[in-house]
């Protein structure tokens, strides 16, 4: 059987920032990836994403963003590219192919079997991310089988989808692109809007990650959180990267012809159900997004920074149709297809420790894992509100592996 001080499972942004800390404290390692070197991201996104952060925001340990356009936004293909460059540069130890089927408890530490081999070590960091699987109601097998049901797992682009309505299910910032992009291609576009999170893409001439960054929101601490479960299960904002900046919120959906209504509640008859009351789940997403750039205001004050920005601005509140459908019959042809933009969850199938709860969720403390000797990094607020971003892994890898590097100075060895 082989050795390995630590093992790191995934060789996304998250795992080979953890590689990077643990090589610096001299704690050898093997990162194990089921893919490629940023599989998610060239496998499992579709063709026109781009992030939602600013170039110039996109940033590793020691690695900063060089290229020509600071306020543009990285398309899939550069960010794989950027990711492969710092697994490079850092040296990380990847194997790629290396499919994790079992981590168990063995003494003094883990046992891990990956593609058949295995590995024991001291210390484990998971890093294989929170987005592994789509999260569907339970509704979603009864659906008509005359309609097809894609995912953003398996969406790529508007051709694969047959010709007629599209029904959009989710409009945080995957359901808002995607649904977007197919009203663009010709189709007509039903988007089923739940609890959301509006931002502009720009504020007072700069981009809304700008006022994130500069006036500390991104670095909120979890353990400063009043509702720390609530806030990390939160929608991401309605961005979208685009050259032009554009923001993309529900007045600018309905423009384009997006018809809204509710949230889909229920499959009856073939028919689906949504909820009534738009007008308040609008209003409550206008309402957060007033206070939070009321809050920007308030940081430029302070901070001196008035002088560097335009005067502030405020934004149309989402206007409510004026009667909004509260089922559509899934069986009379109006709708065929069906894009499941209702989040993700992880898949830890392959965990064999009981550090799990009952909804699937790993229980941990700021990155630290219930059980000893075992670490995460990269899922949602693990220790700030930027921690899934790319410029966010730094900080939580940092702290994260010097627990881990003090838990293996203590531990003794067996």
Request: glycine residues 10%; negative net charge; contains cysteine.
């Amino acid at each position: 059987m082989e050795r390995a001080t630590t093992v790191v499972i995934g060789a996304g942004h998250a795992g080979l920032v953890a590689s990077h800390f643990l090589t610096g404290l001299s704690i050898d390692h093997v990162v194990l990836e089921r893919g490629e070197v940023a599989n998610s991201w060239r496998s499992e996104r579709w063709d026109s994403l781009r992030l939602l952060t600013p170039n110039w925001q996109s940033r590793l340990p020691g690695l900063p963003y060089d290229g020509p356009d600071p306020d543009g936004y990285m398309t899939m293909a550069e960010v794989t590219d950027f990711i492969d460059r710092f697994a490079k540069v850092s040296a990380v130890p990847v194997r790629t192919g290396a499919n994790v089927t079992s981590v168990r408890r063995a003494a003094g530490g883990y046992e891990v079997t990956a593609s058949g081999a295995e590995i024991r070590c001291r210390a484990l960091v998971i890093a294989s991310g929170a987005c592994n699987r789509p999260a569907l109601p339970q509704f979603a097998a009864w659906v008509p089988e005359s309609v097809e049901q894609w995912t953003p797992f398996d969406y790529r682009r508007p051709d694969q989808l047959p010709d007629g309505g599209v029904l959009v299910v989710g409009a945080s910032a995957t359901g808002v692109q995607l649904a977007a992009e197919l009203q663009q291609s010709g189709r007509p576009v039903t988007l089923s809007v739940g609890e959301h999170v509006r931002l502009p893409r720009t504020y007072r001439g700069r981009d809304v990650l700008w006022w994130m960054d500069g006036s500390g929101v991104w670095d909120q601490r979890y353990d400063e959180i009043e509702d720390l479960t609530r806030a990390r299960r939160l929608p991401s904002p309605q961005l979208v990267g685009t050259p032009e900046r554009m923001t993309l919120d529900l007045n600018a959906l309905a423009s384009m012809g997006v018809e809204l209504v509710g949230r889909w509640a229920a499959l009856r008859d073939g028919s689906a159900l949504f909820s009534g009351g738009l007008r308040n789940v609008f209003a409550l997403a206008d309402l957060k997004m007033v206070r939070l750039l009321d809050a920007f205001d308030e940081w430029a004050r302070t901070s001196g920074r008035d002088a560097d920005v335009d005067a502030p601005e405020r934004f149309e509140a989402t206007r409510v149709p004026e009667s909004t459908r509260l089922q559509i019959d899934l069986r009379g042809g109006e709708i065929r297809s069906i894009v499941w933009a209702t989040g993700f969850r992880p898949d830890y199938s392959w965990l064999d420790v009981p550090v799990v709860d009952k909804k699937g969720q790993l229980q941990h403390d700021g990155g630290v894992v219930s059980n000893p000797g075992l670490y995460a990094l990269g899922l949602p607020m693990l220790r700030r509100r930027k921690s899934t971003f790319i410029h966010g892994i730094e900080d939580d890898a940092r702290e994260v592996i010097d627990h881990l590097g003090q838990y293996l100075a203590v531990r003794p060895r067996h």
